[in-house]
């Protein structure tokens, strides 16, 4: 067995005479190791250990419930597949809080959350279009063909489908989502369906909330821990079936699961940050094939990945026969900083009708930095090198990777002088300079960012002071921001990509793009594709109810990546994006491996990083492996940074060869104090 804590393991325990017979893979036991009581995962049983039996520690008891077979063995390979431990894959799959239930104390019910508390109302489902239908049937195909195999017993890993949605903004993909998690439901199988973000799209979870009542769970970490463990609880014992949340609920404990819907697949947020760095979309495609069940990825703007190995499903009008919103790309190489005229007259004429409009500015902020006219200095974070950024509302400069903050300086430290000059501007500019302009309070400016996330939810500027400070417990937080946009007689919601996200607001009638060019000048192979999906997306969000325009403001007007998201062209840009990748054989024609060493001195990372290359020559990652680097990357949170990136064909042989070279340089007394950090496909 092995402890849920980051430890190699696993570790041989005794089992009592007391504890045989309710002990099984998946069972959770509270075990001594060391001088503590620590909560273990049984992995495997077995009749002997290389250890004496005299000399084995027996677990002290067991708890109420353990973690299903098949999560176990999931855990199991994450840990191979993204270079972690067993001990810190098993802990994506224990219950919401397992550590604190060392006691096995039976818990009190607890009620469900007052907005998921609502019973099966089973509203009449609409009726399909003819490309709905069309792009259903091949998954109910798929459907019936898996629970077949699951009835033959013949389940096993690689039997499963993938089907992507390739569906325009407004073209119905959800409807499609809850016919085939119905069909799952009607074979006696389960369903999870994954979200990007439940703060950001309240409207699909509502929806199968309505059409399948108290048979949906919802897993998220803005529920009460309490609140968490009794849905994962109705899960385990079946009280529920379907389960809808963001990445984590891909470990939801559904038995004999049928359907595993991926909303919104293009979305960077399905890859994990922390150890282990799973990708949400490739742990669904390994579980749904280990469950023999269908594998639905969806998107208006997919992967390029996607597009290259799974079959699609095509929805290329919406559901309303509407058309999607005319694009106009506004040069901006001769306009200073701020709103094109053409811009400002849009929202002038949104005003004057009385409509609502979305502008988009994905730099959140004031300002992006601050400078000293007369010497030249610039506020940067004294623990990474970057410059910091401010924040006029709250009267602070701050990092926006460690989170330093501190007081917005009056004066220059370095000369005294109070020429202090404020460069760019950011969505906290935006929404004081457009409340300014519509200073009569009819036309409410919405901002939502992350500093408005952070703060619990922001209301509306209500006139040219800026927005409120109303805390989330008042105004309802994120969800509450957007139901008072969406209930606005008339408004702008401006913000960064999270106003592009699957929100759908049908009297939205204009859509504006700021500095669209802004991701194209990051240093990523994925920065062209991330463009085109951003600009797609929030284009999405106008003319849902009737007549729409979007602008996109920008200083590379003849940027691939614009000129296609302008034209609504995703198949022309996704031929030239993979045309463009197999020439570079970047994925999906190739894996990437990033690692990454850190240590308070430079050369120590540098050594280390060196050391990891040295021996990853003889760990041999495969024939048409490349590993590039090292190279420096900016200091982050105090430690210097070295990173090595190695490019392979064959992602197993790679993925082993970088976890033995990683450990065997981790493991020599030359590079203690260095951390060493695997991403294997890092986004």
């Known amino acids: 067995m092995t402890t849920a804590r980051a430890l190699r393991g696993p570790f041989d325990y005794r089992l009592p005479e007391g504890l045989r017979g309710g002990v099984d893979v998946g069972s959770m036991l509270v075990v001594p190791f060391g001088s503590r009581e620590v909560l273990g995962v049984v992995v495997g049983l077995a009749d002997s250990s290389e250890i004496a039996e005299e000399k084995l520690l027996a677990p002290l008891r067991a708890l109420e419930l353990g973690v299903p077979v098949d999560l176990v063995a999931l ?30 104390r039976k818990r009190r019910v607890v009620a469900r959350p007052r907005h998921l508390a609502v019973g099966a109302r089973s509203p009449g489902a609409p009726e399909l279009t003819a490309e709905q239908a069309a792009a259903l049937q091949p998954i109910l195909a798929a459907l019936r063909a898996r629970r077949a195999v699951a009835d033959r017993g013949h389940t096993a890993p690689g039997a499963g489908s993938q089907r992507l949605l390739h569906g325009v903004t407004g073209s119905g993909k959800t409807e499609v989502y809850l016919r085939a998690a119905a069909a799952a439901l009607e074979q006696g199988r389960g369903a999870i369906v994954l979200v990007p973000e439940i703060a950001l799209t309240p409207q699909i ?82 579980r749904a094939a280990r469950s023999g069940a269908v594998l639905l990825l969806g998107s208006a703007t997919p992967r390029a990945e996607t597009i290259h190995r799974v079959p699609a499903s095509v929805l290329a009008s919406r559901v309303d026969g509407r058309p999607l919103p005319a694009v106009a790309v506004l040069d901006m190489r001769g306009e200073t900083q701020g709103l094109h005229p053409l811009t400002a007259q849009a929202l002038a004429e949104v005003r004057a009708a009385r409509g609502k409009a979305i502008v988009l500015l994905n730099r959140r902020g004031w300002s992006n930095f601050l400078s000293c006219r007369s010497c030249g200095r610039v506020w940067s974070c004294p623990e990474c090198d970057v410059a910091l950024v401010l924040h006029r509302g709250g009267g602070y400069i701050a990092c926006h990777h460690c989170g330093h903050r501190e007081r917005a300086p009056e004066r220059c430290p370095d000369c005294a002088s109070t020429a202090v000059a404020r460069h760019g501007a950011g969505t906290e500019r935006l929404q004081h300079d457009l409340a300014g302009v519509f200073d009569d309070g009819s036309f409410p400016v919405f901002r939502l960012d992350a500093d408005v996330v952070a703060a619990g939810g922001d209301a509306g500027s209500g006139g040219p002071g800026g927005a409120s400070s109303a805390a989330a417990s008042e105004q309802g937080g994120v969800g509450g921001l957007l139901r008072r946009f969406e209930a606005a007689d008339c408004g702008v919601l401006i913000g960064t990509q999270m106003v592009a996200k699957g929100h759908d607001f049908p009297d939205v009638s204009l859509g504006v793009v700021l500095d669209a060019d802004a991701t194209l000048r990051f240093p990523d192979f994925r920065a062209e594709e991330r463009t085109f999906a951003l600009i797609a997306q929030l284009a999405g969000r106008a003319g849902r109810g009737g007549h729409g325009r979007v602008l996109v403001q920008t200083i590379a007007p003849e940027a691939r990546a614009i000129v296609h998201a302008a034209r609504h062209d995703s198949d022309g840009f996704l031929a030239g994006e993979l045309e463009r990748r197999r020439a570079l054989r970047y994925p999906p024609f190739s894996h990437l491996i990033r690692i990454v060493c850190a240590a308070e001195e430079s050369s120590r990372a540098r050594d280390a990083a060196n050391a990891v290359r040295g021996s990853l020559s003889t760990c041999a990652p495969g024939a048409d492996a490349a590993v590039l680097g090292p190279a420096a990357l900016f200091r982050l949170r105090g430690r210097e940074r070295q990173v090595l990136v190695i490019k392979a064909g064959e992602r197993r042989e790679a993925v082993r060869a970088v976890g033995e070279a990683v450990q065997a340089v981790a493991a020599t007394r030359e590079h203690t104090g260095v951390s060493f950090s695997v991403d294997v496909d890092p986004q």
């Open 75 to 104: 855990a199991e390979w994450i840990a191979v597949e993204y270079c972690s431990t067993i001990a810190r894959a098993l802990g994506l799959v224990l219950p919401p809080g397992a550590a604190h239930r060392l006691s096995g």
């Open 205 to 286: 979870v509502g929806r199968f909330i309505e059409r399948f009542g108290e048979t949906v769970a919802v897993l998220h970490s803005q529920l009460r821990p309490a609140e968490r463990y009794a849905e994962w609880r109705r899960l385990r014992e079946g009280d529920a079936r379907v389960c809808v949340g963001p990445r984590s609920a891909v470990f939801a404990p559904i038995e004999d699961l049928g359907l595993i819907v991926v909303d919104e697949e293009h979305d960077a947020s399905y890859k994990h940050e922390g150890d282990p760095r799973y990708d949400a979309r490739d742990v669904a495609a390994e």
